[in-house]
């Protein structure tokens, strides 16, 4: 994902731009109205683990489970790697899928 910023005194306004070849319409439009920060959780063991967003390295798949990297730890998240992808969209992380 790119993101580019310009910040001038010149606009008066927010404007948003996406360019993409994969989501729909509607995906972008849900995922702009969107007023609530989603967020992950990881699983350790037996514990469940509110993640911190400016913690994680990034999220990726491995043989059909998705993970956190967080420093050399790697905690599963329970979901799907295409419900999780938005998530990680909005907190601006980066994917990686392993086969």
């Known amino acids: 994902m790119k993101i580019n910023v310009d ?8 404007s948003i731009t996406i360019q993409t ?4 319409d509607v ?3 849900s995922f702009i109205k ?5 967020r992950l959780f990881g699983i350790e063991g037996d ?3 509110l993640l911190q967003p400016d913690k994680i390295d990034f999220i990726y798949a491995e043989d059909r489970k998705v993970y956190a990297a967080i420093d050399n730890r790697r905690l599963e998240i329970r979901m799907k790697l295409f419900i999780a992808l938005p998530i990680g969209i909005g ?8 086969n």
């Open 34 to 38: 969107k007023d609530t920060q989603e």
């Open 21 to 24: 070849n994969e989501w729909t």
């Open 27 to 29: 995906q972008i439009m």
């Open 47 to 49: 514990q469940t683990i």
């Open 91 to 98: 907190l601006a992380l980066p994917f990686i899928i392993k």
């Open 7 to 14: 910040s001038d005194d010149q606009y008066e306004g927010t």
